[in-house]
């Protein structure tokens, strides 16, 4: 069910998601994107530009983790804002015989700011990978019936 914006308060949380991500994911992210930088699927090519390795794509990453806010929502439509800084990269280890390989991406969506005349909330979303905040001030707006 839906909230209602009756229904919200702030400081509430609206949930929790681990997102695990695999290179392949990255690919197929790749192809529907059109973003075929190898520095999100070369090892060799990402560590030659000095990076620890291959990273996500950051849009794959904001999408990602603002399923949490379309799920409570109940409707994709509802989410009118999203924004944020990215102050890391996820880095995602090759999966190729390691079982912990890949990358862990852990999202949490709190209630910030509700405005009444507008009948929105501001979802604020830590989002933390390999025990570091890789998104900052990640915040989604809802508009709510």
């Keep these: 069910m839906s909230p209602t914006f009756s229904d919200v308060t702030a ?6 998601r681990t997102i695990e991500v695999t ?9 529907a994107s ?4 190898p520095i999100h699927w070369n ?5 030659g530009v000095e990076l620890p390795g291959v990273i996500a794509h950051g849009m794959f990453t904001m999408g990602a983790v603002v399923q949490l806010v379309t799920d409570w929502a109940g409707d994709p439509a509802a ?16 999966t190729t015989g390691t079982p912990d390989a890949g990358a862990t991406i852990e999202v949490t ?5 509700l405005d009444a005349e507008a009948s929105t909330a501001r979802v604020d979303l830590t989002v933390v990978a390999g025990g570091q905040k890789v998104l900052m ?9």
Excluded at 11 to 16: K, M, P, R
Excluded at 79 to 94: A, E, G, I, S
Excluded at 137 to 145: G, H, N, T
Aim: hydrophobic share 40%; charged share 25%; net charge positive.
């Design 109 to 113: 969506g709190t209630i910030g700011k």
């Design 11 to 16: 400081g509430q949380e609206i949930g929790t």
């Design 23 to 31: 290179r392949t994911d990255l690919v197929k992210y790749a192809g």
């Design 137 to 145: 001030k990640a915040q989604a707006v809802v508009r709510l019936p």
């Design 79 to 94: 989410v009118v804002d999203f924004q944020t800084r990215f102050t890391k990269p996820v880095l995602v280890t090759d």
């Design 43 to 47: 090892e060799a090519f990402a560590t």
């Design 34 to 37: 059109g973003d075929f930088n």
